[in-house]
């Protein structure tokens, strides 16, 4: 009888010392013991509960405010079966009648097999669930923030669209009135201004695509195709670019590897993927398709160029930042492909990402399944 009385006061005594609340229970479900960090907790004193059932008198509601019977209390049916319960988020009732946020455990305590009560150890979460809450309200700032800014973005770009197409006309049929008598330093000044212009307009219609993407007025439609024809389309459009660079392309997607996603916009995927690959190859190097054998319901675009600078491959996909380089042989680029296609994946639930060294680069597209 003395070492369990010694037992007792030593647990007793750890307890109340013990920053987390601490609550025992008998095996009728009244308490027996409650630590002070409990009772500061709960706003109740051990004696005003001691011998009283302490579900009716702190767990009686749930988190989401509706009653909860102590024949349905999940951790008196967890106890009964000599169970431990665990639970992240739930609420016990102040001596107040407010609610307090805890986490908590509850563990039945066992002599010979049978259960004679059970010990809970809680925690208020309260400042936990503000900060998420907080977290959260802010997130979701940011979101409409940027929702607002694309809409923006959008507006600005196709006003601005028509007056520079109108502007590359004019310019065009300047060129072809005068002829002969324009002399060939006027005649490159003009084509010069064409070619910017019409580098303007293709940055505003990739400002236009990511804009109607994130906005939503461009939805996937998703259906079952065969990627392997859609890398033969699309390598098909730059045989001749490729040619003049002497670059290789090549197709080593299986001939049995579907994917489901919608047709056109993953064309345009596999469009600015190679687009970019050839852009940065030289004389010699080449440009394949194909699908990783470790990486499931993935394709990847891997070159043999002259890599991406490995400061520069965590803002390849994002349009906050310029990452738009000369290609090997002096193509321009708008910056806006990469950040493009990114929001192409993420609209179907996939994920891109690089992989590049001095030896070339690879890009990862992993789709979800059907």
Request: hydrophobic fraction near 40%; glycine fraction near 8%.
């Amino acid at each position: 009888m003395g070492a369990h009385r010694e037992k007792y006061w030593f647990f007793r005594n750890v307890a109340e010392v013990l920053g987390e609340g601490i609550i025992v229970l008998d095996e009728q479900g009244n308490l027996t013991f409650m630590n002070p960090e409990a009772e500061r907790l709960l706003g109740w004193t051990e004696p005003e509960l001691l011998g009283k059932n302490l579900h009716r008198a702190i767990h009686h509601t749930r988190a989401d405010g509706t009653p909860c019977p102590l024949e349905e209390c999940p951790v008196n049916k967890k106890i009964a079966a000599g169970d431990t319960y665990r639970v992240d988020e739930e609420v016990f009732s102040r001596k107040d009648g407010t609610l307090l946020p805890v986490s908590f455990v509850s563990t039945p305590l066992l002599e010979a097999g049978w259960v004679t009560g059970s010990v809970s150890v809680f925690r208020d979460i309260s400042a936990e669930k503000k900060a998420k809450a907080e977290i959260l309200e802010s997130r979701e700032r940011a979101e409409n923030a940027t929702k607002l800014k694309d809409r923006f973005l959008s507006l600005a770009a196709h006003d601005l669209r028509s007056p520079l197409v109108s502007l590359i006309g004019f310019l065009r049929w300047i060129e072809r009135d005068a002829g002969n008598s324009m002399d060939a330093r006027h005649r490159e000044m003009l084509k010069r201004a064409e070619t910017n212009t019409e580098h303007l307009v293709d940055m505003i219609d990739g400002l236009l695509d990511i804009g109607r993407l994130t906005t939503g007025e461009i939805q996937p439609v998703n259906s079952r195709f065969s990627v392997r024809s859609a890398a033969a389309l699309v390598l098909e459009k730059f045989r001749h670019s490729a040619g003049e660079k002497r670059v290789a392309l090549a197709n080593d997607v299986p001939e049995d590897f579907d994917i489901f996603a919608d047709y056109g916009l993953f064309l345009s995927v596999l469009y600015n993927l190679v687009s970019n690959a050839v852009k940065f190859t030289r004389p010699g190097d080449s440009v394949t398709v194909y699908s990783p054998a470790e990486l499931a319901n993935t394709i990847a675009v891997r070159d043999t160029g002259v890599g991406v600078p490995q400061g520069l491959l965590p803002r390849l996909f994002t349009r906050e930042h310029k990452t738009s380089r000369p290609g090997t042989a002096g193509e321009k680029g708008n910056g806006l492909g990469l950040p493009f296609t990114h929001e192409i994946v993420k609209s179907h639930g996939g994920s891109l990402w690089a992989e590049s060294d001095k030896g070339g680069s690879t890009f990862y597209v992993a789709l979800p399944r059907e």
